[in-house]
């Protein structure tokens, strides 16, 4: 690939390295992104676009840097699309020719015109029938004039007009009296129909990001340690999989990747090392451990997982996720028997949390390992939290929705528990409601 500042002319699969690009052009998103290699990808999978973002490089953004890793000489990357193929092609393509919006009223338009047609017949018809009975002027003249009088009074040539100007003058006074700007001035006749609307929660009823609470990390004899301690007090393996376990890289001197991770990242204190030809790599104060393998965060399994070494050539293996699956993979010995209940009370406190396990490798077969393989039998370690704070305007924004008959649902992929902790407090149900939690398995 290119150097730095390179802006992308087609769509790319990157082959080995690591590239962080500004994608803000494409997405919107003002953070740098990271993409990773497609050698971290699960062998023998079929690349597909949609699935594989991580590590696909889109037309029409911009290289910030890249990182060589390893023994490759260089960042390299396939073309798997050009032109209106791209990512960026579909948008412009959908910009140009967007997709008509059709409302139900406007197909029954024509039904409506119809019937007033024949309704303007029929009273035509009628017109004549009376003539006829009164013995009137019935020449052709007068006639043609009754007939445009009836014609004219059923179907009202300003029809199509009044509809849109209609829309026109709602979209105005929307702006004037309530400062609304409706960009489809074509949905404000459809709006009285909304009874549905559903919400993301983090970034929409909540703020965007997440504070660093602390670690709950565990004693001797699968005993809880007392409280929520910082990253620090928890030390040993706790400090070292937060320090490790996730997807940070450095730009100058930010940091990017996911929110949590950085926030998870900079509690513990480390530096992170990422050099030219040579393994990433994160450093404490009497401690060094080089990142041989990552899996990336998995939407199946709900994890993500490193394999690292430390300076004495042990390696080991951490992996994070949602508490629950993260428990899955852990031996039972090593789980405390409330495991389960202290992760769901965190979450019910409004916390986002995370499990974290790990275990020692054969440093000789350590960096050819499967996923499955590092991801099992693993030994608990401690639980992660952090508090996603609620907006403060969101409670009364769901209030006014409630007021005008527009029933409000959440959406999200975080804990169940902390999802009913924030709708609880936005006022999307009751504080005193009883919520079922219902798990869907599929037939076999």
């Known amino acids: 690939m290119q150097g730095d500042e390179w802006k992308l002319p087609a769509d790319l699969l990157l082959l080995s390295g690591a590239v962080i690009v500004n994608e803000s052009g494409l997405t919107g998103e003002s953070m740098p992104v990271r993409k990773f290699s497609a050698a971290n990808a699960d062998a023998g999978e079929k690349y597909w676009p949609q699935k594989h973002k991580r590590h696909t490089l889109y037309a029409g953004t911009v290289v910030l840097q890249s990182i060589v890793e390893g ?29 008509p919006i059709m409302f139900r009223y406007e197909e029954e338009l024509p039904i409506l015109m119809l019937v007033l047609i024949c309704e303007a017949a029929i009273a035509v018809g009628m017109v004549i029938v009376l003539l006829e009975a009164l ?83 565990l004693g001797g004899a699968r005993a809880w340690r007392p409280g929520v301690i910082t990253a620090a007090d928890a030390g040993g393996d706790a400090l070292r999989g937060m320090a490790c376990c996730h997807a940070v890289s450095r730009l100058g001197e930010q940091l990017v990747g996911l929110a949590v991770e950085v926030e998870m990242f900079k509690a513990t204190g480390w530096a992170l090392e990422e050099r030219a030809g040579e393994l990433p790599a994160v450093r404490g104060a009497s401690d060094r451990l080089v990142l041989l393998k990552r899996f990336d965060f998995d939407h199946t399994s709900m994890t993500m997982s490193v394999v690292v070494q430390t300076e004495d050539g042990r390696a080991y293996a951490f992996c994070k996720g949602a508490p629950e699956k993260v428990g899955v993979k852990c031996t039972a010995s090593s789980l405390p028997a409330d495991y389960a209940d202290v992760a769901a009370a965190h979450a019910f406190e409004g916390c986002y949390v995370l499990g974290l396990a790990c275990k020692e490798l054969d440093a000789r077969t350590a960096g050819e390992l499967e996923r499955a393989q590092v991801e099992s039998d693993l030994t608990f370690v401690a639980l992660v939290l952090f508090r996603n704070e609620m907006k403060e305007d969101s409670p009364a924004a769901l209030a006014m929705l409630k007021a005008g008959g527009v029933r409000s649902v959440m959406a999200t992929g975080d804990n169940a528990q902390c999802a009913d902790y924030i709708a609880r407090k936005s006022g999307l149900i009751d504080p005193s409601a009883r919520v079922l939690l219902a798990r869907c398995e599929a037939k076999d």
């Open 135 to 217: 013995d009137a002027d019935k020449t052709t003249p007068t006639l043609l004039g009754f007939a445009s009088c009836c014609v004219m009074q059923t179907v009202n040539p300003l029809l199509p007009v009044s509809l849109v100007a209609g829309n026109a003058a709602s979209a105005q006074r929307l702006i004037e009296n309530h400062g609304i700007n409706c960009a489809d001035p074509k949905r404000i006749a459809v709006a009285g129909k909304v009874r549905l609307s559903i919400f993301d929660k983090t970034g929409t009823i909540t703020k965007e990001g997440l504070d660093f609470t602390g670690v709950r990390a």
């Open 71 to 99: 023994d490759e000489p260089h960042v390299t990357a396939l073309v798997v699309a050009t032109g209106i193929d791209t990512g960026r092609g579909d948008l412009v393509a959908s910009i140009l020719y967007p997709v």
